[in-house]
Structure formats: structure tokens, C-alpha cells
């Protein structure tokens, strides 16, 4: 917010018509868009591979074009200056939606909805407060929840917890205020049904017990 007027100085303003030209990087970037937008697709097992690979291609290639032979290659321009005007009208709509809001804010705060505001806001922090201690904290799937299920990734990770101790552990550490409190007889009895008592419940296929003195 501090550079930005010292930035805007030292920018030569824009040529008329301007606005109606691309730069070969913005036609660049507007193909690595849909690059990445495929990608996401690829990674969620919702599409093949070569696509994301074959656009790759065509932004290089169109990129190259643009900077070595200087010029755009035809249908690389055509679509890049279309991906360019549909996020030009995307941030434009959104724009507008930030002013209403911010406006609808501004009125909210006036008059007489300013003390009717700040009795719903309370409300709300208490509904929040009363419903917080239904959350789960942490990963609830095993494996990785960015990866589908059908993953090879989610299939190996389910398999070897499954089969072995696995990566999925539950770790336990039990200590005394002294040193030899963890040799007494009673505690390593208390520990071992301990053990014994999560072996049996389900999911769990084995257990490992460490002693550190």
C-alpha cells in the first residue's frame, strides 16, 4: 500500500488502444492458466495426462513464437486474448460485488442498525462458541485427503497400515516426576493393560513398547 503511489509514478501511463492489445506475456500466462486448471483435473484422476502436457507445449511453443520470430502465431493469439477478456470481465463482476458489499457494510454501521449489529455479531460469537467443541481437529481419512481415494498413494498407505504397525500411529508417552518412577512395579503393570487394552480395539493391528530411562 506504501509503494504502490511511488510504483504508479514511476510507470509511464498506458498508450490509447492499449488495453485492446496483449503482451506476449499476458498471452502467456492466460495459456498457463488453463495449463494449471487441467492439471488440477489430471490430479484428481478426472482427466488423462496428455493434455496437461500437450497445452504445456502449445505455451511454450506460442511463447517462443512471440519472443524469437516476433509474432503470435494465430489460433495461440486468439485464444489467449479470450482467456484474457473472460478474467478481465470475471475481476470486473467481482469488483462490483466488492463495492456492494463494501457499501451494504457502510450502511449497516450507520444510524440506528449500528447497536442492532453489534448485538447480532455477539450473537453469533456465542453460537460459535457453544457449536466449537463439535469440531474435529486434524485429518479424519487416512492417507492424504488431497489425493483421491483410489489413489496408488492412498491405496499402498491403507494396505500397510492394514498388514503392519503402519505409518498411522498412536504414540503414548508415560513419565514420573522422578527418574525412577517409571521402574516402579505397579506403573509398568498400569502401562502393559494399557497396551493391551488399545490392541483390542479395532483398527489396530500392533503395538511397540519403548522404555527410556
Known amino acids: 500500500m506504501t509503494l504502490h503511489p511511488i510504483i504508479l509514478s514511476l510507470t509511464p501511463p498506458p498508450e490509447p488502444g492499449a488495453h485492446l492489445r496483449r503482451t506476449p506475456l499476458e498471452r502467456f500466462m492466460s495459456w498457463m492458466m488453463m495449463v494449471a486448471i487441467t492439471w488440477l483435473f489430471w490430479l484428481y484422476d478426472f482427466i488423462p495426462g496428455w493434455p496437461v502436457a500437450g497445452l504445456l507445449v502449445v505455451a511454450c511453443i506460442g511463447l517462443l513464437a512471440d519472443l524469437l520470430g516476433g509474432t503470435a502465431l494465430p489460433v495461440y493469439a486468439d485464444v489467449g486474448l479470450a482467456i484474457s477478456r473472460f478474467t478481465d470481465a470475471f475481476g470486473t463482476f467481482f469488483g462490483r460485488v466488492y463495492v456492494g458489499i463494501e457499501t451494504s457494510l457502510i450502511w449497516m454501521a450507520q444510524s440506528w442498525r449500528r447497536p442492532v449489529m453489534a448485538a447480532g455479531l455477539v450473537s453469533l460469537l456465542v453460537f460459535g462458541l457453544y457449536f466449537q467443541h463439535q ?15 483410489g489413489h496408488p498413494y492412498n491405496v499402498a498407505f491403507s494396505k500397510v497400515n492394514e498388514k503392519f504397525v503402519g505409518s498411522s500411529q498412536l504414540v503414548v508417552i508415560a513419565e514420573g516426576k522422578k527418574p525412577e518412577a517409571i521402574k516402579d512395579a505397579k506403573t509398568l503393570n498400569d502401562i502393559d493393560l494399557f497396551q493391551r487394552y488399545m490392541e483390542q480395539g479395532p483398527g489396530a493391528p500392533g503395538s511397540s513398547r519403548r522404555r527410556h530411562c
Not at 469440531?135 to 481415494?149: E, F, Q
Open 135 to 149: 469440531l474435529k481437529v486434524g485429518d479424519m481419512t487416512p492417507g492424504a485427503a488431497l489425493l483421491y481415494p
